[in-house]
């Protein structure tokens, strides 16, 4: 690969008990890569995610952040959380707290940033994620799609050098997936480094730089999507797109 690594996973294998849940996993996402993983459900999918972050630790084989071992606690795992940004299918945002509030909190208590410093950025990615008009409402008081550009924004106020989405627009009403794909397009172009968990392939056909097909724990097909899409190799992924195309 031309683009240097900053995700690398060796030979990750993980289990729940007697579960094999993540087998050999061998991977890797150079910076400003988009990378989609598509997969039946428990293929373990969201497991990878939350490994990448340390949510859940591994029984043997290497994860690697920008060249450095993940770290095992402390300081410096709190530090690696706040660098790799993660948006979850519920939005898991402080129902109590307005929408800048939401989005300024972890920037004051992890970064140390002054809070008319992490206000005034707050402001600028609520602009980005087009909710500038929303700051002083409260998530309730916001639709689905606008509660999850608020969670988007959030991470992003972490300065976090890759963004870990895992089906983020599951949850939404149909009407509102759309919104919430456009902000996560953008942020591909602008070179931002993802890993993509979702259903939608017209997002992976345009997005992605590389579709991971996963199923039973293992990585089964790891290709560009236009290869994927149209010659997929192993037998699993062409009996799943046949169910979902
Ligand atoms: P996916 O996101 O692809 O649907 P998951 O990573 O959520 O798959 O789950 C993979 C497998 O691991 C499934 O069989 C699931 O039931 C199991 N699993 C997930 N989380 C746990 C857990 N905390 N304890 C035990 N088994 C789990
Ligand atoms: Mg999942």
Redesign the pocket.
């Known amino acids: 690969m031309a683009v240097d690594p900053l995700i690398e996973l060796r030979d990750v294998n993980k289990y ?2 007697e ?1 094999h ?1 993540l087998q050999d996993i061998d991977l890797t996402v150079g910076k400003g890569e988009v990378v989609v993983v598509i ?10 995610c ?1 490994t990448i972050n340390r949510l859940e630790t591994i029984q043997s084989g290497q994860i690697r952040l920008d060249g450095q071992p993940l770290p095992e606690e402390g300081k410096a795992l709190a530090q690696l959380r706040s660098e790799v940004g993660m948006v979850f299918q519920s939005f898991n945002l402080f129902a109590h707290k307005t929408v800048l509030q939401n989005v300024s909190l972890g920037q004051v208590k992890v970064r140390g940033r002054k809070k008319d410093e992490a206000d005034q950025r707050s402001r600028e990615l609520l602009e980005r994620v087009g909710l500038a008009s929303q700051a002083a409402k409260y998530p309730a008081q916001l639709s689905g799609g606008q509660q999850q550009r608020v969670a988007i924004a959030r991470a992003l106020a972490m300065d976090p050098k890759v963004m870990l989405f ?1 089906e983020p627009t599951s949850a939404l009403d149909p009407e509102m997936i759309n919104e919430v794909l456009e902000v996560m397009q953008q942020l591909a172009r602008d070179g931002m480094t993802m890993v993509v ?1 979702t259903h939608e392939m017209g997002f992976a056909r345009s997005a992605a730089n590389r579709v991971v097909f ?1 199923a039973d ?1 293992r990585v089964v097909e790891d290709r560009a999507p236009e290869d994927f899409f149209t010659h997929p190799e192993s037998e699993r992924a062409r009996d799943f797109l046949s169910k979902i195309l």
């Open positions: 729940y008990g579960l849940v997969g039946p459900s428990g293929s373990g999918k969201s497991t990878l939350r895992d968990v996963m724990g």
